[in-house]
């Protein structure tokens, strides 16, 4: 989510920015921004939309001689994509980019705007500069005002930041978001990913968090809370290929190993104080509500069907799901005490986007869930709720999903606290499962290893059934989904309940069941209707904290305390399970045959 770059020597800046940014694009582009200092004099450009935008602004300007410089590319969190919320930002000297998401930035605008100045932009980065400076004023060098700001930040962040009272000098910090640093010869690089500054710099540093610095004169002065520290340098690959999958084999292997740390990023700022915060619902948007309709395709269709449970159980109100090919033309009745709420990861699926305008046109009040800022369905709604799991390329999705499923979860309990349906006991379980979600999500080199190897006795038969029940049903038609995208075997998820109900007449040696057997939902009924496939000779492959006799393969998970825990990590190994097949089968993983990655027909 966003990206960052900086270089520091002679070479043009204006291209050697740009370039960067068209690299790291792919974290976000909904407004790019520069800034130079070269001679003393200072140049900034910032634009809405694509790179391109910027590349057109600046295609008059260039650089010469030895100066410092920053770029952003922009993912929006705080504020609409305009050009005044584009970083970078600045104060009356300085300017600063940013990527995270700072946590008490209101409260420090607070004391600022009480100091008597004023805000261009709604972002929490510009907090940063303003700090600066104020800091600065009362500080014997320009590093030591910075230092001073890092320190009254919290949560995440990566963030440089230039200024006309230093202008040979780019002062660095990070903290949860990424960056490193390139070095070649006196020159010095910054950037988000490595991708940008390959074939330029010859070597990189990768920043711990909590560290910070500045660079200047072709050196880098690293601290951290210990003091100065030593910079241990290392080779910079040369493959950008590889790099821009940092090291996987595919997106979507990086994607579903990214999850444990973007679903931090869906969290930051929405779960604390034990509440649920949701800035961008205006505090009266539920008022006149008394039931919810979910319209989604796909992925997004089965995250919506796993809150369909959640809304219901917590916040007591009901909640209906459909899929929006359907919906568009059953004649629905709709009720504008209905909120209408739409979940896509492209924010352009035909279907759902005139699903949301037909909700819309019958007096509906509507909130999408999306991941990409200022999409068709997001300038289409009332509100709107962002997933923030950054750029997914791999056309199966992996993270997008996890993220929506932890949006719609921390939306359940939102609504539970307005409506208070909820004693403090319960939403105290909620919240302590939720911060534990990244843990849930990490993928353990043994578990691939297993996956992988298990994987080799699932590649022919007559198809799959995943299974599972309650929430685990909507996981097991999205475990169903993933396999069938990138391996092109025939599954089909199922409510374990309704086996008996028909499909269990295929059971056999070579139906293969993928069970979902949670401990904490439910366990005993789904033993049940596994052993009934099992007596039938179906092939097991039971995932689940309990041990399971019966089972041909088995997956162990942690005995979870709360269900979501126990979805989000089975949820992981039924990713995995699907693209090991694929890569054995010698798939596509990433671009899978007749998929896209956004459907905007019908
Ligand atoms: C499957 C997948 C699709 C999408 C569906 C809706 O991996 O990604 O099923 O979920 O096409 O797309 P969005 O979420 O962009 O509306």
Not at 45 to 68: M, P
Request: charged share 25%; glycine share 6%.
């Amino acid at each position: 989510m966003c990206g960052i770059v900086g270089y520091l020597g002679k070479r043009e800046k204006k291209e050697l920015l740009l370039d960067g940014l068209q690299e790291l694009e792919y974290r976000g582009y909904d407004s790019a921004g520069i800034a130079i200092i070269e001679d003393d004099q200072l140049n900034n450009f910032k634009a809405v939309g694509k790179l391109a935008n910027l590349r057109e602004k600046t295609k008059d300007f260039h650089s010469e001689g030895f100066g410092i410089s920053i770029g952003h590319t922009r993912w929006a969190t705080h504020g609409k994509p305009t050009e005044l919320n584009a970083h970078p930002h600045l104060g009356q000297y300085s300017y600063v980019v940013h990527n995270g998401i700072i946590e008490n930035y209101q409260d420090l605008k607070a004391e600022l705007q009480n100091d008597g100045i004023s805000f261009l932009s709604q972002t929490d980065t510009e907090t940063i500069v303003h700090l600066f400076e104020k800091y600065n004023k009362i500080s014997s060098t320009p590093f030591e005002a910075f230092a001073k700001t890092i320190e009254r930040l919290h949560g995440a962040f990566a963030t440089l930041l230039i200024t006309e009272a230093a202008p040979d000098t780019i002062f660095f910090a990070k903290n949860g978001s990424p960056m490193l640093i390139g070095f070649d010869a006196d020159e010095v690089y910054f950037a988000s990913s490595d991708t940008p500054i390959i074939g330029k710099a010859t070597q990189v540093y990768y920043l711990e968090d909590g560290e910070y610095g500045y660079a200047k004169s072709g050196e880098v002065k690293l601290f951290d809370a210990k003091g100065a520290r030593a910079i241990q340098k290392q080779p910079l690959a040369t493959d950008k290929a590889m790099a821009q999958k940092d090291g996987y084999r595919f997106f979507m292997e990086k994607e579903i190993y990214e999850q444990s740390s973007v679903i931090s990023d869906t969290m930051i700022g929405r779960v604390r104080d034990k509440e649920i915060y949701f800035e961008e619902l205006d505090s009266a948007f539920f008022e006149g509500i008394n039931a919810i309709k979910i319209c989604a395709c796909g992925t997004s269709y089965h995250a919506a069907l796993t809150s369909g449970y959640l809304f219901e159980r917590l916040a007591k109100i009901r909640c209906d799901v459909e899929i929006a090919s359907e919906f568009r033309y059953k004649e629905p009745l709709l009720d504008p005490s209905t909120l209408f709420v739409t979940i896509s990861q492209s924010g352009e699926t035909a279907d759902t986007l005139e699903a949301l305008k037909m909700a819309k046109r019958a007096g509906l009040k509507s909130l999408s869930i999306c991941n990409v800022d200022n999409s068709s369905i997001v300038r289409e709604s009332d509100a709107v709720i962002l997933t923030r799991a950054g750029i997914e390329k791999g056309v199966a999705s992996t993270k997008a999903f996890a993220t929506q499923a932890m949006v719609l979860w921390m939306l359940s309990v939102y609504l539970a606290q307005k409506r208070q349906t909820m004693s403090d006991e319960a939403k105290a379980i909620e919240i302590t499962a939720m911060l534990q979600t990244p843990k849930s999500l990490l993928v353990t080199e043994e578990l691939h290893g297993k996956l992988h190897r298990l994987s080799k006795r699932y590649l022919h038969g007559h198809g799959f059934f995943f299974i599972g029940r309650d929430i685990f049903y909507p996981l097991a038609l999205e475990g169903a989904l993933k396999l069938k995208e990138i391996s092109y075997l025939h599954a089909e998820g199922y409510p374990a309940g309704e086996m008996k109900h028909g499909p269990i007449a295929l059971a056999d040696s070579k139906l293969f069941t993928i069970a979902l057997m949670p401990k904490t939902v439910h366990y005993d009924k789904i033993k049940s209707n596994v052993e009934e496939l099992s007596a039938r000779d179906a092939t097991i492959l039971a995932i689940s904290p309990e041990p399971f006799t019966l089972a041909d393969d088995f997956i162990q998970t942690i005995y979870a305390s709360h269900p979501m825990l126990e979805f989000f990590e089975m949820m992981v190994v039924t990713q995995i399970l699907a693209l090991e097949i694929a890569v054995r089968l010698g798939n596509d993983v990433d671009m899978p045959r007749n998929l896209a990655k956004s459907v905007t027909v019908e």
